[in-house]
């Protein structure tokens, strides 16, 4: 069993800059990979950006590469998704999520509450 709790979503205007945490916490799991999902109100969860426990590598959705840099704290467990040139297309609810074994990018074993970002024009 694992818990994920996100932070450091708000309000931005559009181009301006947000960075998310996400802390996890349990008795006793392994972590392959930890990343961030996004939800805009009527559509389904997508994929945003995750990275590798063991070599930290990364890997993007097209629709955020070179704006959104993910990154990780083994000692903390804890990943972040700092995002830059924000538009309003990414208003969204974002997910943090945690793989406990190696499994494809669009699979979660656990999900945190989600956090909203909102960015106006």
């Known amino acids: 069993q694992v818990q994920l709790v996100e932070s450091g979503g708000g309000l931005v205007q559009a181009g301006g800059s947000l960075r998310l945490s996400c802390a996890a916490s349990?008795?006793?799991?392994?972590?392959?990979?930890m990343g961030w999902f996004r939800q805009a109100p009527g559509k389904e969860r997508e994929f945003v950006a995750a990275?590798?426990?063991?070599?930290?590598?990364?890997s993007y959705a097209d629709s955020v590469k070179g704006r959104f840099t993910i990154s990780r704290d083994g000692a903390k467990t804890a990943v972040y998704l700092g995002m830059n040139s924000l538009k309003p297309e990414d208003t969204a609810v974002y997910y943090c999520?945690?793989?406990?074994?190696?499994?494809?990018?669009?699979?979660?074993?656990?999900w945190g509450q989600g956090t909203q970002v909102t960015v106006s024009s």
């Open positions: 990275i590798t426990w063991s070599r930290g590598t990364t």
């Open positions: 349990g008795r006793s799991f392994s972590t392959y990979r």
């Open positions: 999520a945690i793989q406990t074994r190696p499994r494809g990018l669009n699979e979660a074993d656990y």
